[in-house]
């Protein structure tokens, strides 16, 4: 489970102006920031709304909160750069997310290795740690099996081979639980030491809560990170296993002008096999053979997400070139 709130972007202006400085070309900035339509003279909203890239009728110009609007311009020197790879687009660092994240440990873990361009404060388990009673809303426990995963109880034939329980030997008698179950009786245990140490302060009874605590408590941790850095986890994380970079990941394609992000390539969910990488090279070296120029090619990233189109060496390619070899045409 992973929730994301209260997400807020900033550092619009300050980026793109910045982002024209190595060429001192501000004049052909045309973006700007869409304000309530009272705090706007006619000749501005006849300038910057009639040449507003959003639909002006649904956009909700008109917001309490103002919103920066890119322009065609600077939105198309934007991808540019970014297609130009990580030393071009400097600018996306300048971009920065706030949000509140509640995940649970396991995943924090994971996220933890991007520690440069992010900065977080986390509720702290050892200050607040015995500050509630422990239930089972407070982890991340959507996968655990539980009683209805169970077979109806004339068809358990075998308890042994129950899919969904597990054989614990208490006192020479074997009792059988689920993983939901296990999680109920440790939030109990959780719950008896919490008691004890709010009624003895003891440090002992602190210490079992600590020691106990499953790696599926969720925490929450406000972060901010730039857009250079979600480009890097998007490129990673998009097809890994935890369900949790899944949630990223989608929150990443709904945030303003997530293109830049993505990268804009036309199958974001899309994983390339090997055998289709062949035929896309086989394809385009075909085209290459012929004699009329060739006007319908073009390069998107959709090799590396982080900027830089590489070279995929296949067999197609090495059977073309070494068919061309042959024939006196390299």
Known sequence: ????????????E????????????????????CREETEMTNEEIEAKCGKCPRDTTTCGIYDKDPHFIIGPNDLDLIMRLRAAGIDHRKFMRMIEVYVDITAPLYWWKEFDT????????????????????????????????????????????????????????????????TPKTFLDMTCRVLNYFRRLYLKTKNKKYWWQMIQLLPSSYN?????????????????????HKLDEWHTLCDWIEGLPYSKMITGGAAFL??????????????????????????????????????????????????????????????
């Open 1 to 12: 489970m992973l929730k994301l709130e209260k997400t807020e972007v900033v550092g619009w």
């Open 14 to 33: 300050a980026a793109i102006r910045g982002m024209r400085n190595p060429m001192n070309s501000w004049d052909q900035s045309d973006s700007f920031i």
């Open 114 to 177: 991007y520690k440069v361009g992010t900065v977080a404060n986390s509720c702290s388990t050892m200050h607040k740690i015995a500050a509630k009673e422990f239930i089972l809303e407070d982890f991340s426990c959507e996968h655990l099996l539980d009683e209805e995963s169970l077979p109806p109880y004339e068809e358990r034939v075998d308890i042994d081979h129950c899919e969904p329980l597990a054989a614990i030997d208490v006192n020479g008698q074997l009792c059988y639980y």
């Open 219 to 239: 925490q929450k941790r406000t972060i901010m990170m730039s857009y250079e850095v979600l480009a890097n986890i998007y490129k990673s994380r998009r097809h």
């Open 269 to 330: 969910n899309k994983k390339i096999t090997i055998p289709e990488a062949d035929a896309i090279a086989a394809c385009t070296l075909s085209k290459l053979q012929h004699s009329e120029p060739i006007t319908d090619l073009t390069i998107i990233d959709e090799w590396n997400q982080c900027g830089h189109v590489n070279c995929v060496e296949s067999k197609a390619l090495r059977d073309h070139f070494n068919k061309l070899a042959e024939e006196g045409k390299r």
